[in-house]
């Protein structure tokens, strides 16, 4: 059993006994973890920020391979982003952000890529202005799922390989655009507009911080709708984002671009 040093994101954390807390950090050298943070409930001043959901962290723990929990030792703020974050829409879109690292991601597999892109999506949501939000969390679910292996198909049909339909037909459950005659035989195929096409591969190769600048923010509805249904085909633990859910039905993302109830 080694003690171990790793930077983390929190995602969540949840009380264990009367007076420690299990903390469920996304981490650069270690991928997820699940630390115990003995006292942690008793005396919470003693790790400041460093255990609150969407705190990027220094953790100290002591590693053992084949086990679920980690036994915390240390834990010290790098930055607090969840009590910095007094906006309510900020706050939802950067739980939305760590929500689906902790739907989408399995197993201790480290993934640099993958924690750069979390980091700088959750410093994006700070600074960016709040229309630009949306197209920033369309192009981190895209960016993510290409990350864990499940980028879209936008340049070949992605079940044969040939040319496109110039008809822009996008089968969430083949992951990506299909040629006229697979899409004659494939259920659920979505016609994309050339504006949603052209964002749809903007926000897959562009820097997540940007994506207010190039994403005509009347497409967003019909991209996210898109972008939704392939997360859902493709990842099983994928529902919607929850953190989002009552900015939806508050119409933040304009009316009529609420996107399909999951199930
Ligand atoms: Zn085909």
């Not at 264990?16 to 409930?41: N, P, Q």
């Not at 879209?152 to 079940?159: D, G, I, K, T, Y």
Request: net charge neutral; glycine share 8%.
């Amino acid at each position: 059993m080694a003690l171990v040093r790793s930077e983390g994101v929190v995602l969540k954390t949840y009380p264990l006994g009367d007076t420690s807390r299990i903390v469920v950090a996304y981490t650069r050298e270690h991928g997820m973890v699940r630390l115990v943070a003995k006292g942690a409930r008793k005396t919470p001043s003693r790790f400041g920020f460093a255990l609150e959901p969407l705190s990027r962290s220094r953790f100290g723990f002591y590693l053992k391979a084949d086990r679920d929990l980690q036994l915390l030792s240390q834990a010290d703020t790098l930055e607090p982003l969840g009590s910095r974050l007094a906006d309510l829409t900020r706050l939802a879109y950067a739980h939305a952000a760590v929500e689906l690292i902790d739907r989408l991601v399995w197993g201790e597999e480290p993934h640099e890529e993958l924690f750069e892109l979390l980091t700088a999506t959750l410093a994006s949501v700070t600074a960016a202005p709040l229309e630009a939000l949306p197209a920033i969390t369309i192009a981190y679910e895209l960016q993510v799922a290409s990350l864990l292996g499940y980028r879209p198909q936008l340049e070949a049909c992605a079940n044969c390989g040939e040319a496109l339909s110039p008809r822009r037909l996008f089968s969430p459950a083949r992951g990506g655009l299909l040629c006229d005659r697979c899409a004659g035989v494939e259920p659920g195929t979505v016609r994309l507009s050339a504006d949603a096409l052209a964002g749809l591969s903007l926000l897959l190769s562009r820097p997540v911080g940007k994506a207010g600048e190039y994403l005509d923010v009347r497409r967003t509805g019909e991209i996210l709708r898109v972008v939704e249904a392939f997360l859902t085909h493709h990842f099983q633990r994928f529902q919607g984002l929850r953190s989002l859910a009552m900015l939806r039905s508050l119409s933040d993302l304009g009316p009529g671009d609420a996107p399909p109830c999951p199930n």
